[in-house]
């Protein structure tokens, strides 16, 4: 199998992440450094990243963690700066993150190593909604929040069509409240479509991902996802048990 599904399939991260860890060399295949995410491997072969033994049979974790601000999302930092896994410290097993937020933004982000249903979590072809409340800068009225869940035109590419609502608004401070659904999630999405609208955004939560809220998790908690949660978020990507 090739080298980046058999570490996807053995938790390391999802596909694409585990090509790019490739890429950075960190990966040796009986000892030595695999250059392609695409060279070929077997279950007898001897498997590292970053010098640790990938083993095959991790138990499989899911998770889901409200996410506080000042922590970025991805499973390692060359910067040394602090990362969601620091806010796992009972968790034995080594998961990362499906998807992304911004240091910036707070709220629901799953975590597990599980790499196939990452995978799937986060490909726009399953469309899986993710809701914000972002607070922006000025109120938008009904025209523009019509052409922003329309779709926008940023970096030459429409975005796809979004729910957004006005749900709150401060006209002494000159602020709003939108709730924004999207199916799609491309890097610093939501603080894109708004700055092209024109109200920038100063502060994100994401509330819900995939159906899962983070209503009763304090920031900087996290629960074990149950096992009917874990099969809804199968069914809804088409995987098996
Ligand atoms: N959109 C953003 O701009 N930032 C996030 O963290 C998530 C979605």
Known sequence: ???????????????????????????????????????????????????????????KVYLLLNKPTGYISTAVDTHDRPTVIDLLKKVKERVYPVGRLDADTSGALILTNDGKLAYRLTHPRYGIKKTYRALVKG????KILDKMAKGLLIENR???????????????QNLAMLQIVLTEGKKRQVKKMCSAAGYPVVQLQRINFAGLT???????????????????LYDMVGLKQ
Do not use: H
């Open 158 to 172: 429409k975005t796809a069509p979004a729910e957004i609502k006005l749900i709150d608004r401060d006209k002494k």
């Open 139 to 142: 109120i938008p009225g009904k």
């Open 214 to 232: 983070v209503d009763e998790l304090a920031v900087g908690s996290y629960r074990v996802l149950k096992a009917d949660e874990k099969r809804r």
């Open 1 to 59: 199998m090739r080298l980046a599904k058999y570490l996807a399939d053995a938790g390391i991260a999802s596909r694409r992440r585990a090509e790019d860890i490739i890429r950075q060399k960190r990966v040796k295949v009986n000892g030595f450094t695999a250059e392609l995410p695409q060279t070929e491997v077997e279950e007898s072969d001897n498997v590292t990243v970053d010098g640790k033994k990938v083993r095959g049979s991790e138990k």
